[in-house]
C-alpha cells in the first residue's frame, strides 16, 4: 500500500513537472506586439491626420531586421516581435505619400518592449522640404549672371583701361573711386530718409538724385587727382613705376580715411532688401539686377559711341596710339587726358553704386573688385577698351561658373577667373583684343 501511494506520488509530481515545463516555456515564447503610429501633422492648424500604407521595420540591437509591418487606415501598425527588449523602428521614406517628410527628430525611434505590456512608436509626419535644383538646370541663371556681372565689371574696367591706354599709368586707386561712388550714394540716401521713410515711387526718385550725387563725387576725386597729382608729375618727368607706388599710397589713405568716416560694417539700400523674381523662360531674376544690367549695357553702350563716332572720342584714341603724334597735329593732349579721367571716374562711380546695390556698401569694396578688374583689362588687352569690355565679360562668366561648379568652394570663386586669364595669356600673351609688339 505504501509503495503503491508513493508511487503514485511520484508520478502525479512528474505530471506536473512536465505540464509546468511545457506551458511555461510556451508562455516565454510568446510574441508581443508592438505598435507604431504614423500622423501628419503638416496640415493646417496642427490637426494630426493618420497615415496608411507606410511601411516599417523592427531591428534588434544587433542591427538584424527581426519584423516588418505597413500602417492601416487608422495609421497604426500592429507588429509582433519575438521578445521583449530594446528594438529600433524605423519608417521608410520611399512609402511616404507625397508632399510629406520625414519628422525633424529623424526616422527612427529606439522602443523598450515591455514583457505582457508590448510597446509603443510614433512619427509625426511634417512637409516635404522643397527639391534641389539640379546643376543642369541653374546653368541658364548662371550664364545670366555671368554675363551680368561682367557687364558691371566692364563699366569699372573700361576708364581703368583708357587711363592707361593714355597715360600708360596703372592705377591703383581706382578702386577708391568706385568706392566713393557706392559710399556718396549711400550717404546722399540717408540724406533723403530713402531707406526709413520713403518708398515707391518717390523713393525711386530719391534714389536716382543720390545717384548722381554719388557719381559726380566719384568724378570728382578722380578729375582732382589728374589735375593735382598725375599732371604735375608727368611735367617733372617722374617714371610710370614710381606713379604707379603713388596711386598705391593715394589707394590706401583714401580708403582708410573712408573707414574713418563711414564705419566698418557694411551698409546696404533697405528697399531692394527683399524683392520677387520676375521669370523670363528659366530664368529668375529681380526687377533690381535687370534693371542695373540694363543700366550697365546702356552706360557701355554710350562710351562705345563716344569713341567711335565723336570727335572726342576720335581725340581719345589718337592720344592712346600715340601721345606725340597727336600733339603735333594739334590735339590738346592734356585736356584729353583730363576727360579720360573724368569719364573713369564717372563709369567707376556708376560701376559702384551698382555693385553696392547687389551686394552691400562698405569701405573696401573697390580694393576686392580690384583684382577682377585689372585681371579684365589684362585679358582683353592692355589699353583697348573694347578689348576690357571683353576681358570683363569672360572674367564675369568664369566667376559665375566657377560658383556653380564648385559651390562648396565659393570664397575661391575669383580663382576661375585668375585662372582663364592666365591660360588666355599662356596661348595669347598681348590679350584677346591686344595687338602683337616687338620688343627688343
Not at 578729375?223 to 599732371?231: H, T
Not at 550697365?296 to 576720335?314: D, I, N, P, S, Y
Not at 585736356?335 to 551686394?359: C, H, K, Q, Y
Not at 583684382?371 to 578689348?387: D, E, H, V, Y
Amino acid at each position: 500500500m505504501v509503495s503503491s501511494a508513493l508511487r503514485r506520488a511520484i508520478r502525479l509530481l512528474l505530471a506536473t513537472c512536465a505540464f509546468f515545463a511545457l506551458f511555461g516555456d510556451v508562455a516565454h515564447a510568446e510574441e508581443e506586439i508592438l505598435q507604431v503610429r504614423v500622423q501628419n501633422t503638416a496640415t493646417a492648424g496642427g490637426k494630426k491626420e493618420p497615415v496608411a500604407g507606410v511601411g516599417i521595420s523592427v531591428t534588434d540591437p544587433s542591427g538584424a531586421v527581426v519584423a516588418e509591418g505597413v500602417t492601416d487606415d487608422k495609421g497604426v501598425a500592429k507588429i509582433p516581435v519575438p521578445s521583449d527588449g530594446e528594438f529600433t523602428v524605423t519608417i521608410d521614406e520611399a512609402t511616404l505619400p507625397d508632399g510629406l517628410g520625414l519628422p525633424a527628430d529623424g526616422a527612427s525611434r529606439t522602443v523598450n518592449v515591455t514583457a505582457g505590456l508590448g510597446g509603443n512608436a510614433n512619427f509625426n509626419l511634417g512637409a516635404a522640404a522643397p527639391k534641389a535644383d539640379s546643376k543642369l538646370s541653374l546653368l541658364p541663371k548662371t550664364i545670366f549672371n555671368g554675363i551680368r556681372f561682367g557687364l558691371v565689371i566692364a563699366i569699372m574696367s573700361v576708364g581703368l583701361s583708357l587711363i592707361y591706354a593714355t597715360t600708360g599709368l596703372s592705377n591703383f586707386a581706382h578702386g577708391e573711386t568706385v568706392t566713393i561712388g557706392a559710399v556718396m550714394t549711400a550717404v546722399a540716401s540717408g540724406w533723403f530718409t530713402l531707406s526709413t521713410a520713403t518708398g515707391g515711387w518717390g523713393g525711386f526718385i530719391q534714389l536716382l538724385a543720390a545717384i548722381v550725387i554719388g557719381v559726380a563725387c566719384a568724378t570728382a576725386f578722380s578729375g582732382a587727382l589728374e589735375l593735382a597729382v598725375w599732371r604735375p608729375m608727368r611735367r617733372r618727368g617722374i617714371g610710370l613705376t614710381s606713379m604707379m607706388i603713388v596711386s598705391i599710397g593715394i589707394a590706401m589713405t583714401v580708403r582708410f580715411i573712408i573707414q574713418m568716416y563711414y564705419g566698418s560694417q557694411p551698409k546696404s539700400f533697405a528697399q531692394f532688401g527683399s524683392q520677387q523674381n520676375i521669370n523670363i523662360g528659366p530664368i529668375g531674376v529681380t526687377p533690381r539686377d535687370l534693371i542695373t544690367g540694363v543700366v550697365a549695357l546702356l552706360a557701355l553702350c554710350g562710351v562705345a559711341f563716344l569713341l567711335m563716332k565723336t570727335r572726342t572720342g576720335k581725340a581719345i584714341r589718337a592720344v592712346s596710339d600715340n601721345p606725340d603724334l597727336a600733339s603735333t597735329t594739334g590735339i590738346n593732349t592734356d585736356r584729353v587726358i583730363l576727360t579720360v579721367w573724368l569719364l573713369g571716374g564717372a563709369l567707376a562711380g556708376l560701376g559702384g553704386v551698382i555693385f553696392g546695390l547687389d551686394e552691400q556698401v562698405s569701405w573696401n569694396m573697390g580694393t576686392k573688385i580690384l583684382l577682377l578688374m585689372f585681371a579684365s583689362i589684362t585679358l582683353g588687352g592692355l589699353g583697348r577698351p573694347f578689348g576690357a569690355l571683353v576681358g570683363s565679360l569672360a572674367v564675369g562668366m568664369f566667376v559665375q561658373l566657377w560658383a556653380w561648379a564648385f559651390g562648396d568652394y565659393t570664397d575661391l570663386k575669383t580663382m576661375g577667373a585668375l585662372l582663364a586669364m592666365i591660360l588666355v595669356l599662356l596661348f595669347r600673351p598681348q590679350g584677346i583684343l591686344g595687338k602683337k609688339e616687338r620688343v627688343g
